[in-house]
């Protein structure tokens, strides 16, 4: 199943990198390019992308707002949004979680990784932050005013699922986690596709970020 991606950038250049990059992947391909946000979330309605790969900075809506509404409206329901960007700030990568991004990574990254990054936001199985480490959420909810959480609201969940998300909450992926616990990994996505259900979590990465706003897991 071929990879749907929706590039959003306000730099031509690299646009065009991105789009090699990306087209030189036999499971990956490019559907559409935007500028700005607004070109963004009009050309999503119409190529149906699985993945946007949104900048930070650009004109008449920057990628944070633009992520807003993406996860925030039901005709998008399904899109992941990776952001991808070069200020790879506290500030940024806080907001960029907290408007629903499924992962942030600063344009530095190996083509390898960027290309891995894409499955497995399309696939929901990871959050993929190398800045946006355990640390660094905890900062954002302990010291950017984050509205907690019940605590209560965890208990919808088994032991196991707590256990699951609270190892997904340290960054430890579905393969780390199925080490530990000595289970499989797909036992391990079956984990935490429940605990996502059962909190409503969008993704993965909400799902971290509840986990901290509940104080199951603290900075």
């Known amino acids: 199943m071929t990879i749907r991606v929706l590039l959003a950038d306000d730099q031509p250049l690299i646009r065009a990198g991105f789009h090699v990059l990306i087209d030189s992947a036999p499971d990956l391909e490019v559907v559409g390019e935007a500028a700005d946000g607004v070109e963004a979330l009009d050309l999503l309605r119409t190529t149906r992308a699985d993945v946007v790969l949104m900048d930070i900075r650009?004109?008449?809506?920057?990628?944070?707002?633009?992520?807003?509404?993406?996860?925030?409206?039901?005709?998008?329901?399904?899109?992941?949004?990776?952001v991808v960007t070069t200020?790879?700030?506290?500030?940024?990568?806080?907001?960029?979680?907290?408007?629903?991004?499924?992962?942030?990574l600063g344009k530095g990254v190996e083509p390898s990784e960027?290309?891995?990054?894409?499955?497995?936001?399309?696939?929901?199985?990871?959050?993929?932050?190398?800045?946006?480490?355990?640390?660094?959420?905890?900062?954002?909810?302990?010291?950017?005013?984050?509205?907690?959480?019940?605590?209560?609201?965890?208990?919808?969940?088994?032991?196991?699922?707590?256990?699951?998300?609270?190892?997904?909450?340290?960054?430890?992926?579905?393969?780390?986690?199925?080490?530990?616990?000595?289970v499989s990994p797909l036992t391990v996505k079956t984990h935490v596709n429940r605990a996502m259900m059962k909190l409503q979590a969008r993704d993965r990465a909400q799902l971290v970020v509840v986990a901290y706003q509940t104080g199951l897991v603290r900075f």
Request: proline content about 4%; glycine content about 8%; hydrophobic content about 45%.
């Open 58 to 82: 650009m004109p008449r809506m920057d990628g944070l707002e633009t992520t807003r509404r993406i996860t925030s409206d039901e005709d998008f329901a399904g899109v992941k949004v990776l």
């Open 114 to 182: 960027l290309q891995a990054a894409i499955r497995t936001v399309a696939e929901g199985d990871a959050l993929l932050s190398p800045k946006a480490t355990r640390a660094l959420i905890g900062r954002f909810l302990t010291q950017r005013g984050s509205d907690p959480i019940d605590p209560g609201r965890l208990a919808v969940l088994t032991q196991r699922e707590r256990e699951v998300v609270a190892l997904a909450a340290h960054g430890m992926s579905n393969h780390e986690i199925a080490e530990k616990l000595v």
């Open 87 to 104: 200020f790879e700030i506290d500030e940024y990568v806080a907001q960029a979680l907290q408007a629903g991004a499924s992962g942030f």
